[in-house]
């Protein structure tokens, strides 16, 4: 009798514990577990502190797009425009570069400078663009972003007719694609620094309380008094110049402009961000998460890659764990806010 | 401080149009500070309408506001704030994700630059919970707690300004006994600061508890006010009484046939354990109050909702929790009570929306479906020029006809209409009521949801009245008439759970 009951109340509380897990902080534990378990199973070179430095540098350049992409989300909104950021950003800097290499080819901080500011100011354009439709117009996100991210694409490839740009300094690739600085890795740097300032933001600011107030629920939000168009364009802003940034470090690792950077990051950073207990009805997530879930991406395609899975079949690993996520999320919603 | 002698509101004349119907006809009110002041009435009263204008959200036709003697010019819920107003409707604006600290100081947090000063939001939102007395752990999440902490939450919140006016709608309508006495605590306390407040409420035992005047509305118009104190149930139904009753319901004969749906202890959200049979060639009314529960009933027939136990046996087959293509496979057709989102598409034109429904009807040799849709038409007066009209352009009253039209696309024994003459004009209510008329009276099972008291009364062979969810009363033929109706309308005393 006692073992029968011992056997039927374990797994239940261990349920209840799995619940609580799921509410608390969403899917990723539990994709986290099961990762390790195959890769280490499959591969001996995976579970080495090697692998898994090499796997957090890597995943500098999905960790900075999925914090913009948090933002978004947040707000309950979309950003598909992200890769097209990125290209365009690649792009334009690459041919600012060259422009101003040719006026005044000797002074590099120069021709750098330029080349970063105004595709920044490009990619913020881009956020403002996307933020007017979803706020001003009432756009659905999905939509605003979807029609940019072809306009944006569609640019990239005009300017450069689909071939790579080169020739700008070669100090740009040195510095931001494989320099160290203090012995980290220069994108390991701008990581930690774009974490640290949209932790504070996110958490230590009134806008930062505006953000989820606006996601959880608008109308709410609008009754207390805040901003919401200003909030919205803010964040898609935001998302942007994250973007931006990430397409900078990617210009300076490929040491080429290339109109075909960050085609599927928009699905990779959607998919960190749920994975990382960010909800699609926005009002919920956290930079913790998303950091660690933009890691888990990059160190399952690693394990795929160790375990010589081609990258056809990673997409559909991909696609599929993006789902399960998003399905796992509805379930912790409606454990979250249907409680009573 | 207020000038207690004036009335920090003082309404006249307030009239207020809709489409088709005078929601508010030349209705005067007044609050003095300290005051509960009682709206009481049936559902399309006009308390909602008057208190969304004080509140803001919609401005009169015509009539005047005058708000702690300031003449109220701009309707906004941020100008309302701004004098003083605040209301608390039964659904909170409340981020539900966020914690109760957060609620309490959303678009006002303290900061320095823009960055959070901790401490000071903490404090802030401390001192409006203490001018409740009330203690509470600010670091909960909203949707966490319960509907009576919410509200507490909503109060504190309303509280930021500088409260003149709180206004409570329906406050105790999902409330624990305890929770309700947590909230007249509070009452008295918002009285003794000065602050007046209106109180919507069904509940007519609460007002000699919390309210110190009473108006009653009825039909857009103020029947009266009267002192709360000594003010017997009695006479307030009395006043609710003696409406006269217009010639537009017609008389249903009653041909009597055998039972076609029996429902046996049906439960459900909303619905609290439920049982009733359904015959042939009668109309069976439903009626209550909105949240009363009998429309969730239906809707849980129909296999909208969830349903939590019981039995329905529809023509003796057990279809308990059964799918809504199998419950209208079966013969039932569901009139859903919001045509906009539920009934109609309303993108397509008015013959597309009767051909909805006649997907599944077997088609006679010869018959073209053209034909088909004009008969129907025909049948619910329905005129043949609007068939080809987009149904977003029709009026309220001819969208109502092309959702009746919808029901006879195929054979239904048992027709059931939620709220089936909501937002429509008079003359197509008669041609509704009609239609109505000849389905029972050809041996049809009508049943007819009705929050319209009179509507209910005058057409149904029985009535079934309900009451947070369950049936207070049912009542047959010449039992069925206001004195004995509206005593089980309301909630007298809180039922024993």
Known sequence: MTAETTQVRTPVRAAYAAKLLLMRVGVLPFFLVAALVVFTLASAQFLTAQNIINVARQSVYLVLVSLGQMIVLLTGGFDLAVGTTIALTSVISALIMISVMAVAPGSVALIIAAGCLGAMAVALLIGLINGTGVAVFGVSPFIMTLGVQSVGAGVALFLTGGVPVTGFPHAFGDTFGFGRIFGVPVTVAIAVVAIAVIGVFLYGTRFGRHLYAVGGNVKAAKLSGINTTATLLIAYAASALLASIDGLLLTARVESGEANLGGTIALQSIAACVIGGVSLRGGIGGVEGVVLGAFFIVLIQNGMDLMQIGSYMQMVLLGVLLIVAVIVDQVRYRLLIGAN | ?497
């Open chain 2, 1 to 497: 401080m207020a000038d207690l002698k004036r009335p920090i509101v003082e309404a006249r004349g307030l009239t207020k149009h809709y489409p088709g119907v005078v929601a508010l006809d030349h209705v005067d009110f007044s609050l003095e500070a300290g005051e509960v002041h009682v709206l009481f009435g049936e559902n399309g009263a006009g308390k909602s309408t008057l208190i969304s204008i004080l509140a803001g959200a919609t401005a009169p036709t015509s009539g005047l506001v005058e708000i702690a003697g300031e003449p109220v010019t701009v309707f906004t819920v941020r100008n309302a704030r701004r004098l003083g107003v605040s209301a608390v409707f039964q659904e909170f604006s409340l981020v539900p994700t966020q914690t109760i600290l957060q609620n309490l100081v959303l678009g006002e947090e303290p900061a320095i630059a823009g960055f959070l000063r901790r401490g000071a939001g903490r404090r802030r939102a401390r001192e409006l919970f203490n001018a409740l007395e009330r203690d509470i752990d600010l670091d909960r999440t909203v949707s966490q707690l319960s509907r009576g902490e919410q509200q507490l939450v909503e109060i504190a919140k309303a509280m930021r300004g500088d409260l003149r006016v709180l206004i409570l709608d329906e406050p105790t309508a999902s409330l624990t006994d305890r929770e309700t006495d947590v909230l007249f605590g509070l009452i008295a306390r918002l009285k003794a600061r000065g602050v007046g407040i209106i109180y919507i409420s069904h509940r007519i035992h609460e007002f000699e508890r919390v309210a110190d005047r009473v108006t009653v509305l009825r039909d857009g118009r103020r029947l009266s006010t009267v002192p709360a104190a000594g003010l017997s149930e009695e006479e307030l139904l009395a006043m609710m009484t003696g409406r006269v009753m217009g010639a537009i319901y017609p008389k249903i004969a009653r041909t009597g046939g055998p039972e076609v749906l029996r429902v046996e202890g049906l439960r459900a959200a909303g619905v609290a354990g439920v049982s009733f049979a359904i015959r042939a060639g009668e109309v069976t009314g439903f009626a209550g109050l909105v949240g009363s529960g009998k429309s969730r009933i239906w809707r849980t027939v129909m296999g909208l909702n969830r349903t939590l136990g019981g039995r329905v046996a529809l023509h003796g087959k057990d279809m308990t929790g059964a799918r809504t293509d199998e419950i209208i496979a079966a013969g039932l057709h569901y009139l859903p009570a919001d045509r906009k989102t539920e009934g109609l598409v309303l993108a397509a034109s008015a013959s597309d929306n009767i051909a909805l429904g006649m997907l599944g009807r077997t088609r006679r040799r010869g018959q073209r479906a053209g034909d088909v849709i004009v008969e129907i038409a025909k049948t619910v007066a329905l005129d043949r020029s609007m068939l080809r009209r987009l149904v977003s352009h029709l009026s309220g009253g001819n969208q109502q006809k092309v959702l009746f039209a919808k029901g006879f696309g195929r054979d239904y024994g048992i027709y059931v209409f939620d709220e089936p003459t909501v937002g429509v004009d008079m003359g197509t209510r008669a041609q509704l009521y009609r239609v109505i008329k000849s389905l029972a009276e050809s041996g049809k099972a009508v049943v007819l949801i009705s929050s319209d008291l009179q509507e209910a009364m005058s057409l149904s062979h029985r009535l079934l009245i309900f009451s947070a969810g369950q049936i207070s009363a049912e009542l047959e033929g010449e039992e069925i008439n206001e004195a004995a109706v509206l005593p089980h309308f309301f909630e007298r005393r809180k039922a024993v759970a």
